[in-house]
């Protein structure tokens, strides 16, 4: 898609290995197109107004972040549970209070 020059929404992750993402942007920045992940966090409207009320200092200064997300799948089979397809604890769903973290504070973790 890219290099038919199309915008890109890829599910996370954008790639199984960190080596092979900066392939992707070179081709992005060349064919000019966007390319991103679909976080939920980061189109969400709830996660735009906590963006917003921590950038305001609605809440006062922030000191410390503790998050976790989880679900109950046992199911071998659900890709959620296959590594090879991007699956597992922190490639599937670890990765959203990381990501939460960053788009709501603007900061690294």
């Known amino acids: 898609a890219i290099e038919a020059g ?7 992750p954008l790639a199984l290995d960190a080596k092979d993402i900066p392939p992707l942007i070179k081709l992005r920045d060349e064919k000019k197109v966007l390319v991103c992940e679909a976080f939920m966090v980061t189109y969400h409207p709830q996660w735009i107004k906590v963006r917003d009320l921590i950038a305001a200092g609605a809440i ?17 089979k659900n890709m959620r549970n296959q590594l090879d397809l991007g699956g597992g ?14 788009f709501s504070t603007g900061r690294e973790p």
């Open 6 to 12: 199309k915008h890109v929404l890829v599910e996370k």
């Open 60 to 76: 006062g200064r922030l000191r410390h972040v503790q998050g976790a997300f989880s679900y109950y799948n046992v199911d071998p």
């Open 89 to 102: 604890a922190l490639p599937d769903i670890g990765v959203y209070p990381t990501v939460s973290t960053r």
